[in-house]
């Protein structure tokens, strides 16, 4: 079954440029080296610049799986740590096909 994912991540006053080079470079990796991957992306609140929403999709539960154990994935967490407001608020969702 396919699942989706949207993850709510508030990011520091004045780190919004350095947070969205970070994510762009990893959802670039995402893309290129996840075929369980549908789709990864970023989107920035209209009401709230401080506020981003990722918006995922993945074939399966191994794939969402396999996406957290990546080097890259790993290593863009560590450099975001930095630059978040908070915890983000992730939603797990049952697809639809």
Known sequence: MAVGVIATI???AGKNDEF???????????LANE?????YALNRSKTDPQVYKVLESYTDQA??????QTDYF??????LAGLVG??????????IE
């Open 86 to 95: 908070g915890r983000p608020d992730v939603e797990y969702l049952d697809g």
């Open 20 to 30: 969205e080079a970070v994510f762009m470079e990893l959802a670039a990796q995402v």
């Open 74 to 79: 790993k290593a863009a967490n560590v450099k």
């Open 63 to 68: 794939a969402l799986e396999a996406h957290g």
């Open 10 to 12: 508030p990011v520091q």
């Open 35 to 39: 075929p369980g991957c549908r789709f």
